[in-house]
C-alpha cells in the first residue's frame, strides 16, 4: 500500500514548526519586555538591549531549521525521519508533543498579555513627569553657547541652572523604579517673619542636600529639582513621584536674635506617614551641630552608609573654623548668585569677599567667588573688563585650591574658566573629571563633565553623563536642552525633540528652547514647524538665530536673505553665522565667520564637534587646521547634517 507523501504545508504541521515559531516570537517578546525594565536598573548602557534583540531575531530561523530537521523522543533527540519510514515518529508521540508546545504558548501568551497590561497600568497611572537629561544653552554669548559648561544664566551650568534629561527609554518614573534609599530635601519654610531672611532657611536645606550626598547608596535629589517644589500644593505621593524618590524631608527655621528653632520631618512620601520628626531649639552658634544631627538621623533612618567609592572626599560648603558670620555671609551670595543679574552677581561677589575676610581659609567660598566672576565676564562684561573678571576668578579658584585640594567645587570652577577662559580643552576636562571623581554623585559635577566631552567630540558619553545627572536633578530643563542638542547631534531626532519639548514644560522661559526646537525640525526636514518654533521664541537674540536658521530652507529667498542680514549685525553671534552659512552650502563664508568667532573668543566654538550644521565640511582641509587652532580634536561621533 502506498504511503502518503504530505505536502510541504502538511509537513510543516506534523514536524510542529508552526508552533516552535509562534513559541518563538512569545517567548522572546516576553524576554525583551523584561530585560527592557531590569536594564535600566542596573545601568546597563542601550545597545547591550540592541544587541540582545538582534540575537534573538537571528535565533528564529535556526530554531525553526532545527525544528524541522530534529525531534524529541523518548530516547532523546534524532533527526526526524519522512513519513512511512520505520524510524519515523508514532502519531500519538506527534500529538502529544503538540500538546506541549500548545501549553507552552498558551503559558507564554497568558504572561504576555500580563506583563502587557501592568506595563499600561504603570503609564496610565505615572505622573507625566519629564523623563530626560541635558547641559547648557546656545546662546549667542560666549558663555552660553558651551553645552554642560555654560554660565548660570544659561541651562545646565556647573553652577547648578536648571537642567534634566530623557531617563530610561524616555518614560515617566513608576513606582517600582523608585529606590527606597532615596529622598529629596524640600526647601525648609522661613518662619523668621522677614522676607530677606529666607536665604538662611534655603542655606540650611541646601547643607542638608550636601551632607546627605556623601552616603553612599542615598539617591539625593538637588537643589535645582527639590526647590521647584517651594509652597507646593500637590501631595507627597505627587511629589515623589515627579522627583522619583520614597522620602522627603521638609521642615522650618525660625531665627530670633542668637536663638534657631529648626524643626524636621522625614516622610515616606507614597502615603505621606512620618517616619521621623524632630524639633530643636538652640543658640545659633550650635547651628552646624543641629544640622549634624539632622542629618545623622535621616541616614539612620534610611540606613545609609558613608561614602565608600574610590576616591571620594567629603565635600562641605562651612568655613573651616566654624565662623557663623562668614557662613551666613556665603549662603547669601548663594542666594543673589542665583538671580543671574549682573547686579546681583557683583553683590554675590561681595559677599563671597565678606565670608573670605572673616574665614581666610574659607575654600567654598573662594571657589564660589571665582565661578561668579567667571560667569560675570563670560555674560555680562567685554574687552578690559572681560578679562580682569577672568583674571580674578584665577586667584580666587587658584586659592581655593591650594587652601582644600580635594575640594569638587574648586575643579568644577577652574575647569569652567579653563574652557572659557583659556579654550584649554584638555585642562577643562581633566578638572571635570577630578570633580566628578571627588563628588561622584555631584549633578553639577557630572554635566561640567558631559558638557566638555561633548565639546570633545565624545557625544554619547556626555547623553550617559547627563541622564545620571538627571536621577539626582530629574526637574532641570536646562539639562533637557543640552540632551536635545546631544540627540540631535547624533541623529536621534525623535529623542531630541522629546527633550527639547519637555525642557519647555519643565522650564516654559527657558530662553533658546524654541530656537533649539527650530533646529531639530530643520534637521528633520520640517521647515513649516521650523519657522513655527522660530516665531515662538522669546528671547530676541535667540529668535533671530532662530529665524536665520529657519528660512534658508524656505522658497522666500529674500526673507532667508534679510534674516541673515540681521543676524550678520548682531554682536556675538558669528558662530551663529557660520551655522547659517554651513545651512547655505556656502563653506567660504562658513569658515570666515568660525575665524570671526575664534577672534572674539566666541564660546561657541565649544558646539563645533557636535553641530550637524558645521560638520557638513568636516572634511574640509580647512576644518582640520582650524579644529588645530582652537584646541580641539578632529575626531566626532556626532553626525552632519546631510549635504
Known amino acids: 500500500m502506498a504511503v502518503h507523501k504530505p505536502g510541504f504545508f502538511e509537513e510543516l504541521k506534523r514536524r510542529h514548526v508552526w508552533r516552535v515559531a509562534i513559541a518563538y516570537a512569545v517567548v522572546a517578546w516576553l524576554l525583551l519586555q523584561l530585560l527592557s525594565i531590569v536594564f535600566p536598573t542596573f545601568g546597563a548602557p542601550a545597545w547591550v538591549l540592541k544587541v540582545v534583540t538582534v540575537l534573538l531575531a537571528a535565533g528564529l530561523p535556526v530554531a525553526l531549521v532545527l525544528a524541522w530537521a530534529f525531534e524529541v523522543t523518548p530516547e532523546g533527540v534524532r533527526r526526524t525521519e519522512p513519513v512511512g519510514s520505520p524510524q519515523s515518529r508514532p502519531e500519538d508521540q506527534s500529538h502529544r508533543i ?26 496610565r497611572h505615572a505622573p507625566a513627569a519629564p523623563s530626560l537629561v541635558a547641559s547648557a544653552t546656545r546662546s549667542p554669548d560666549a558663555a552660553k553657547r558651551n553645552p ?4 548660570k544664566a544659561a541651562p545646565g551650568s556647573a553652577a547648578g541652572a536648571a537642567a534634566s534629561g530623557l531617563q530610561a527609554d524616555a518614560v515617566p518614573v513608576s513606582a517600582a523604579s523608585i529606590p527606597e534609599k532615596s529622598v529629596a530635601v524640600l526647601p525648609f519654610v522661613n518662619e523668621s517673619g522677614a522676607k530677606d531672611q529666607r ?27 527639590a526647590f521647584q517644589f517651594r509652597d507646593s500644593k500637590d501631595s507627597s505621593s505627587e511629589i515623589g513621584k515627579l522627583l522619583g524618590v520614597a522620602h522627603l524631608l521638609e521642615g522650618s527655621v525660625q531665627r530670633a536674635g542668637d536663638e534657631v528653632r529648626i524643626t524636621a520631618t522625614l516622610v515616606n512620601a507614597a502615603d505621606g506617614s512620618v517616619l521621623w520628626t524632630q524639633r530643636y531649639d538652640k543658640p545659633y552658634k550650635d547651628l552646624f551641630a543641629l544640622q549634624d544631627a539632622i542629618t545623622t538621623a535621616v541616614a539612620s533612618a534610611l540606613k545609609a552608609k558613608l561614602l565608600t567609592a574610590p576616591g571620594a572626599v567629603v565635600q562641605s560648603d562651612r568655613p573651616p573654623s566654624g565662623n557663623l558670620a562668614a557662613y551666613t555671609a556665603f549662603l547669601r551670595g548663594i542666594a543673589l548668585n542665583a538671580s543671574a543679574t549682573e547686579v546681583d552677581e557683583r553683590k554675590a561677589i561681595d559677599a563671597f569677599a565678606l565670608a573670605i575676610k572673616l574665614d581666610p581659609k574659607y575654600a567654598r567660598a573662594y571657589a564660589a567667588q571665582g565661578r561668579a566672576w567667571a560667569g560675570l565676564g563670560a555674560i555680562f562684561l567685554g574687552g578690559a573688563a572681560h578679562e580682569r573678571a577672568y583674571d580674578k576668578a584665577r586667584n580666587a579658584i587658584g586659592r581655593a585650591l591650594h587652601v582644600a585640594p580635594d575640594l569638587a567645587a574648586g575643579y568644577a570652577a577652574r575647569s569652567y574658566l579653563e574652557a572659557y577662559g583659556e579654550f584649554d580643552w584638555q585642562s577643562a576636562l581633566a578638572d571635570a573629571q577630578r570633580a566628578v571623581q571627588l563628588a561622584p554623585d555631584d549633578s ?25 545627572a538627571l536621577k539626582a536633578d530629574p526637574r532641570n530643563g536646562g539639562a533637557y536642552f543640552n540632551l536635545s542638542w ?27 528652547n524654541h530656537e533649539q526646537l527650530a533646529v531639530v525640525a530643520i534637521l528633520s526636514g520640517d521647515t513649516s514647524v521650523a519657522l513655527t518654533a522660530a516665531h515662538k521664541e522669546t528671547s530676541l537674540p535667540w529668535r533671530e538665530s532662530a529665524l536665520a536658521l529657519a528660512l534658508q530652507n524656505s522658497p522666500d529667498r529674500a526673507a532667508a536673505d534679510a534674516a541673515l542680514k540681521t543676524l550678520t549685525a548682531a554682536q556675538g553671534s558669528a558662530y551663529q553665522v557660520a551655522e547659517v552659512y554651513a545651512l547655505r552650502h556656502d563653506p567660504d563664508n562658513m569658515f570666515q565667520w568660525l575665524d570671526r568667532a575664534w577672534n572674539n573668543r566666541d564660546g561657541g566654538l565649544g558646539y563645533l564637534l557636535s553641530d550637524p550644521f558645521i560638520l ?5 582641509p580647512r576644518f582640520a587646521a582650524f579644529c588645530e587652532k582652537v584646541g580641539l580634536p578632529t575626531t566626532t561621533d556626532a553626525v552632519a547634517m546631510k549635504l
Not at 557638513?616 to 574640509?620: A, G, K, L, P
Open 199 to 225: 536665604f538662611f532657611s534655603d542655606g540650611l536645606s541646601e547643607d542638608l542636600i550636601t551632607a546627605l550626598s556623601q552616603f553612599a547608596g542615598l539617591k539625593v535629589i538637588s537643589r535645582n529639582s
Open 616 to 620: 557638513r565640511y568636516r572634511y574640509d
Open 98 to 123: 503538540g500538546r506541549t508546545l500548545n501549553t507552552a504558548i498558551i503559558v507564554a501568551l497568558i504572561l504576555a498579555v500580563g506583563l502587557l497590561g501592568w506595563r499600561l497600568m504603570v503609564l
Open 148 to 151: 554642560g559648561i555654560s554660565s
Open 444 to 468: 553639577d559635577a557630572q554635566l561640567q563633565l558631559g558638557g566638555i566631552l561633548a565639546a570633545l567630540g565624545q557625544v554619547d558619553r556626555a547623553v550617559n553623563l547627563t541622564r545620571q
Open 486 to 512: 546631544f540627540f540631535a547631534s547624533l541623529g536621534q531626532f525623535e529623542n531630541a525633540e522629546q527633550a527639547i519639548r519637555t525642557a519647555i514644560e519643565v522650564q516654559p522661559q527657558g530662553a533658546a
